[in-house]
């Protein structure tokens, strides 16, 4: 029997085919490589039993995953790679999702099933005949636990045909198991969100280089979740552009309109190429270093002035002098102002 700790499993995994093994029927596989390490895992275990593996690997507009990693893995083990990019479709499932949300504005059920579905027309294009995770029971609570495994897989239209290497022995048989391509008694039983037994299984490996457990998608970070709520709550919409922007800057709400305000240089680049492919206006102080600010909304003067005070809280003139805002647009103008103060700023932050 294997410890909670699936150390005797690990074991398992790293000795050579055995008489067993070498028997078994040999076919293809599609990896779903996130380039998080339990999915490294599952890809290098798949290999160690002689089975033809392509991978896929799944981008969204949400994704903070390291690429540096994926692509020297992909490279060290010679594996063909498949990149897909989740677009509009993935941002709608963002909106209103039919199994609603985890813990903040990640609709995890909905976005395996959709990676699932794509997974299966590549796999059906390369002979395929089966996909392959890094999926752990219970890892994750909204989306891994056993009946919504099983309900994702379903849904998906692929039953009996997702080999997840790390937690087999704890689900039922997949097809690969029951026809023999994959001995059952080769793979894990490993539960949980406590990582020290992929860990030990890397170790074992001979991993060493793989990104820690941060990082993985915007959408379960609490601020940025807060953000985009707020955004849906006044636009009721999502797109590839919308997200753009979502990710840079500080956010402040002025009624209808949107100021977003750069925090360095590089942000203040990014806000100014925005602006320019979007039309926004944009507002500088003149004569002290500071922000680049977008203004996104009607343009009116009581808020563009706002707008304006804004701007001169976060650039390097004096709180209390008087300083001149360039405002470009659609209407360009200078703009006399103080700084916000503080108190007032804080009511307006996103």
């Known amino acids: ?46 290999l160690r039993r002689g089975i033809d593996v392509e991978a896929v690997n799944f981008v969204t507009p949400f994704c903070l995953c390291n690429r540096c990693y994926l692509s020297e893995f992909i490279k060290e083990l010679s594996v063909k790679l498949h990149r897909i990019n989740l677009g509009q479709e993935f941002l709608d499932l963002v909106v209103n999702p039919p199994h609603g949300y ?30 392959v995770t890094g999926e752990v029971l219970n890892e994750r609570p909204f989306s891994q636990g056993r009946e919504a495994l099983l309900m994702i897989e379903k849904e998906a239209g692929l039953e009996g045909k997702i080999l997840r290497p790390l937690s087999a022995k704890l689900l039922p048989q997949s097809e690969p198991e029951k026809e023999g391509s994959v001995d059952r008694n080769s793979l894990l ?13 890397a170790r074992k490996m001979g991993v060493k280089d793989y990104p820690c457990p941060a990082g993985g998608c915007l959408l379960t970070d609490p601020s940025f979740a807060r953000r985009l709520g707020e955004h849906l709550s006044h636009e009721g919409r999502l797109r590839p552009e919308d997200v753009t922007l979502l990710r840079v800057g500080r956010h ?3 009624e209808t309109v949107k100021i977003v305000v750069g925090r360095d240089e590089d942000e203040n680049k990014r806000l100014s190429l925005i602006a320019q492919k979007q039309s926004f ?34 650039s390097d003139a004096p709180k209390e002098t008087i300083v001149k805002v360039a405002c ?23």
């Open 252 to 254: 402040f709400r002025l």
């Open 1 to 46: 029997m294997p410890s909670r700790t699936g150390r005797e499993m690990v074991t398992l995994t790293v000795k050579q085919s055995d008489s067993s093994e070498s028997k078994v029927k040999r076919t293809k596989a599609l990896a779903m490589l996130s380039g998080g390490l339990d999915s490294m895992l599952a890809i290098r275990m798949i």
């Open 189 to 201: 039983a490993i539960r949980g969100r406590r990582r020290l037994p992929q860990i030990e299984l």
């Open 281 to 314: 206006p944009t507002l500088e102080v003149i004569g002290y270093p500071g922000p680049v600010s977008l203004y996104v909304g009607e343009e009116r003067p009581d808020l563009m002035e706002r707008a304006a005070a804004i701007t001169a809280r976060y």
């Open 102 to 131: 985890g813990s903040q504005m990640n609709p995890c059920i909905d976005c395996r099933i959709l990676m699932f579905r794509k997974a299966k027309e590549v796999a059906k294009r390369i002979g395929a005949e089966y996909i």
């Open 328 to 350: 470009k647009g659609l209407k360009e103008q200078i703009i006399e102002t103080k700084a916000i103060k503080d108190e007032e700023l804080g009511k307006l932050r996103v």
